[in-house]
């Protein structure tokens, strides 16, 4: 197809250079084309456009009568820095848009890419440099060993020496999973959404707790589930009185919990909950989708087992990953979908068809080599004195009556600001401060908790965390 058959504005009145003159434009104003970048070459336009070098020259003519490009003598054509006054001022002088929850949530994540910020925003232990040294080895020798397998596309089951460890590691389950009944997903975002959909339809109302992981509401909200949030305690969990009730009444369809480490509260279970939790599902007949992402930094080994340990009817869909305990580039979860693996397999074949092959062979050799339960111990114990540290540290550097309960596993650190402290105000403070945080409103998907943020503890408490995290106290004190 060429730019005559393609572009609008070619068949509107107008010149064909001016139109492509348009595109370039369009990439130079989103920022796609830094200012001082290089533009592509004369020849490189008439070759993308399939026009004459004349059209492309005078399409850059046009644009540098525009002033926004400039042209040096044997070297090209250059974007023209901007000019102080074309900075937009503030994003108030921009026209309004509607912020959905999940544009205000991008705009949040994006912070955490910067270089030049402290990254206490998302909730992600930093990678111990032994574990990473050792688990580059495993990935190389396996690159190495299986080139052909690495290649290829994987089963979209998953690798099944994977799929054996994962199931082993259920033997003490009141019901053990099946190596068939093992899916391997791409994160633990697909085994959740992939669990969503084999149990429910858009307009279905879901219960979540309250509050609950911003990933979680996204994920209803862009594939049009409905969200009941019940109310969930920092020391015990989800109101499991209020559950039943939505459950009986069938109010809802399904409900997505995290028994252990919750992000954002930090609590786990008691097992008379979890075993609670399993028998309301079985017992009513609906699902619960559990999310045990953090389930292997529980630090008390005692506590670590999840909801699906005691489901009897196979109403529980287990899902987890890998990120938050090795490798969050990785991509591999998996999902134990109890009674409805077969329409969760169904769905897997046509969602990212497989996860990545050599992932999965090097993480099937991890386990195989027991270097999992050795590299989750030293992490548990790492950053159960890191989130320890931290806790100490808000304490003394907040204004008085803040308050941060100590978590029971996971990273990151729920902290309740004192009367009048605004968590959004703080959170933008923050960032322009160089921090990154986030703020308790979109831990709801009704803006809740406007008076917390979210502090991820993942990363040992280095003088520059010391030093981010008593500008945050101070920024609190005159929020
Ligand atoms: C509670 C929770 N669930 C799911 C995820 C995403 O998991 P993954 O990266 O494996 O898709 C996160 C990441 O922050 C999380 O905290």
């Given amino acids: 197809m060429t ?49 004459s070098v004349n059209t492309a020259v005078q399409s850059y003519r046009h644009l540098e009568r525009l002033e926004v490009v400039d042209v040096r003598p044997r070297q090209g054509y250059f974007v023209r820095a901007l000019a102080e006054d074309d900075e937009p001022s503030d994003d108030h002088s921009r026209a309004p848009v509607r912020i959905s929850l999940s544009e205000h949530v991008l705009r949040l994540m994006e912070p955490h890419a910067r270089k030049d910020m402290v990254r206490l925003g998302i909730a992600l232990p930093a990678p111990r440099p032994g574990a990473l040294r050792r688990f580059n080895r495993v990935l190389t020798d396996t690159a190495r ?36 009944d093992t899916l391997i997903t791409s994160g633990c975002m697909e085994a959740l959404w992939l669990s969503l959909r084999a149990v429910s339809r858009p307009g279905d109302v879901i219960a979540v707790e309250s509050p609950t992981y911003y990933g979680v509401l996204l994920m209803l909200g862009t594939n049009d589930r409905k969200v009941l949030e019940i109310a969930t305690r920092e020391d015990t969990g989800i109101d499991l009185d209020v559950l039943e009730q939505a459950m009986a009444t069938r109010r ?19 097992e008379a909950s979890k075993r609670r939790l399993a028998e309301l599902a079985g017992r009513y007949d609906v699902p619960v989708i559990e999310n045990d992402v953090w389930g292997g930094t529980v630090f008390d080994a005692a506590q670590r087992m999840p909801v699906k340990a005691f489901d009897a009817h196979g109403a529980v869909l287990y899902c987890s990953s890998f990120s938050k305990v090795l490798v969050p580039g990785g991509r591999v979860g998996w999902a134990m979908p109890g009674r409805y693996s077969r329409r969760f397999r169904e769905l897997k074949r046509f969602s990212t068809i497989a996860a990545p092959s050599l992932m999965q062979l090097t993480l099937a050799s991890w386990l195989q080599r027991n270097l999992h339960e050795e590299h989750l111990d030293v992490l548990r114990r790492d950053i159960r004195r890191q989130v320890e540290d931290m806790r100490r540290l808000i304490l003394a550097a907040f204004p008085s009556g803040t308050r941060v309960r100590r978590p029971s596993g996971g990273c990151v650190l729920w902290v309740h600001l004192p009367r009048g402290v605004d968590g959004r105000r703080l959170t933008s403070d923050a960032q322009a401060a160089g921090v990154h945080v986030f703020p308790g409103e979109v831990f709801s998907a009704q803006g809740r908790y406007r008076d917390r943020i979210r502090i991820n503890a993942g990363n040992p408490v ?11 106290g101070q920024l609190a004190g005159g929020c």
């Fill in 462 to 472: 280095s003088p520059e965390v010391r030093e981010a995290v008593v500008a945050l």
């Fill in 3 to 51: 730019m005559r058959d393609q572009h609008p504005l070619t068949r509107a009145p107008g010149a064909l250079y001016e139109a492509i003159a348009e595109r370039v434009l369009a990439q130079i104003r989103d920022g796609t084309f830094a200012p001082g970048e290089k533009l592509p070459s004369v020849r490189e336009i008439a070759a993308t456009f399939e026009v």
């Fill in 252 to 270: 809802i369809k399904a409900c997505v919990v995290s028994g252990n480490a919750q992000n954002p509260l930090g609590f786990t279970m008691p």
């Fill in 145 to 180: 060993r299986l080139p052909m397998e690495s290649w290829d596309y994987m089963h979209p089951d998953g690798h099944l020496p994977l799929r054996r460890q994962l199931a082993k590691r259920t033997l003490g389950f009141e019901n053990p999973a099946g190596v068939d």
